[in-house]
T-cell receptor
């Protein structure tokens, strides 16, 4: 079965550079979530989208922005990268058609290292 | 405000022994609860979920969890642990717009 696809899997950037992470949800899923997981930490919610509109916002820095496109894929844009941005970034998708609060399927994550 | 607490940061059990991982939640409405497992460097895999109905839910890999509203708990159990169960386990509450995760419990399995 198709899963959530994230690209790239690994990314190394220098401080003050920009990065774009991509997420391709499961087909027919309308909701995308972005999470940041630092080393040894639990996943922290960044932002979510439903039907291409932002539905909730968490601890996402102003240097980051995200959007969901017409094909439902999402991109997380990160600028002025800092060493503290090094983390595993997860994308998850779900479908509200199957019921509110249904499970989310997580991608394998993108490991971002800022040097 | 909603939150999830996993009191045990790290648990060590012997292979074949039983396991219980604790999870307490704080949420004003009916909770939608999940347990995820994460192997090192990997994504989150859903073990089981509770939406409504029977308070004892069965998941994959022989795991089960019991929802106790009076205790605001959703503890994960397995009667006999296998070495491959060693991983990080996260309890989560879904509010509709986002998941709130606990800080995780790291499970070590010894021979």
């Amino acid at each position: 079965a198709a899963g959530v696809i994230q690209s790239p899997r690994h990314l190394i950037k220098e401080k003050r550079e920009t990065a774009t992470l991509k997420c391709y949800p499961i087909p027919r899923h309308d909701t995308v979530y972005w999470y940041q997981q630092g080393p040894g930490q639990d996943p922290q919610f960044l932002i979510s989208f439903y039907e291409k509109m932002q539905s909730d916002k968490g601890s996402i820095p102003d240097r980051f922005s995200a959007q969901q496109f017409s094909d439902y894929h999402s991109e997380l844009n990160m600028s002025s990268l800092e060493l503290g941005d090094s983390a595993l970034y997860f994308c998850a998708s779900s479908s509200r058609e199957t019921g509110w609060n249904t499970e989310a399927f997580f991608g394998q994550g993108t490991r971002l290292t800022v040097v | 405000a909603q939150s999830v607490t996993q009191p045990d940061i790290h648990i060590t059990v012997s292979e074949g022994a039983s396991l219980e991982l604790r999870c307490n939640y704080s949420y004003g409405a009916t909770p939608y609860l999940f347990w995820y497992v994460q192997s090192p460097g990997q994504g989150l895999q859903l073990l089981l979920k509770y939406f409504s109905g029977d308070t004892l839910v069965q998941g994959i890999k022989g795991f089960e969890a019991e929802f106790k509203r009076s205790q605001s708990s959703f503890n994960l159990r397995k009667p006999s642990v296998h070495w491959s169960d060693a991983a990080e386990y996260f309890c989560a509450v879904n509010t509709g717009n986002q998941f709130y995760f606990g800080t995780g419990t790291s499970l070590t399995v010894i021979p």
